[in-house]
């Protein structure tokens, strides 16, 4: 087999696998995104902070 045609067989496989890559790494950004922003909604700077020093309860 030539090189050309290795080389012509490996362009024509990687292609498609480049395509499905970015198409997944997209779908995981996206859904990384969404919980990220969701989380972000739910915090309160007070009482996270609280919870980190161990007490209970709402802001020292």
């Given at each position: 087999?030539?090189?050309?045609a290795l080389c012509d067989a490996f ?19 996206t859904q990384s995104l969404l919980r ?25």
């Open positions: 087999m030539s090189t050309n362009a024509s496989r990687l292609g498609p696998a480049r395509k499905t890559q970015t198409q997944t790494q997209m779908q995981m950004q990220f922003q969701q989380t972000a909604a739910t915090l309160a700077a007070g009482r996270d902070m609280a919870m980190l020093r161990g007490q209970q309860g709402g802001p020292a």
